[in-house]
Nanobody, 118 residues
Framework: QVQLVESGGGLVQAGGSLRLSCAAS????????MGWFRQAPGKEREFVAS????????YYADSVKGRFTISRDNAKNTVYLQMNSLKPEDTATYYC???????????WGQGTQVTVSS
């Protein structure tokens, strides 16, 4: 089983940037596809971005495409989410998640809060 710990959230003005990090431990990090999700108050959790085990393939929600970049460093057991041109609607708790091949995201971090002020 893999354990995930997010960091890097905070308060930023609209148009600003933040970089989230998610440190993994417990299992071989490169065995896992990684993803970022977010949940705003009163809304369902939604997919933000994901990255393949090797880092060669990435996927994004339309709402963040061109503004957010997901990356990973398998040597450091860490996945990142670089968020640029932030908007107030990006305000949410951001969660890191991991999945093995042929499964859904079964492993989740505790979340980190991102607040974008207008």
């Amino acid at each position: 089983q893999v354990q995930l710990v997010e960091s890097g959230g905070g308060l930023v003005q609209a148009g600003g940037s933040l970089r989230l990090s998610c440190a993994a431990s417990g299992r071989i990090f490169s065995d896992y596809h990684m993803g970022w999700f977010r949940q705003a108050p009163g809304k369902e959790r939604e997919f933000v971005a994901s990255i393949s085990r090797s880092g060669h393939s990435t996927y994004y929600a339309d709402s963040v495409k061109g503004r957010f970049t997901i990356s990973r460093d398998n040597a450091k057991n860490t996945v990142y989410l670089q968020m640029n041109s932030l908007k107030p609607e990006d305000t949410a708790t951001y969660y890191c998640a991991a999945r093995l091949e042929s499964s859904w995201f079964d492993y989740w971090g505790q979340g980190t809060q991102v607040t974008v002020s207008s």
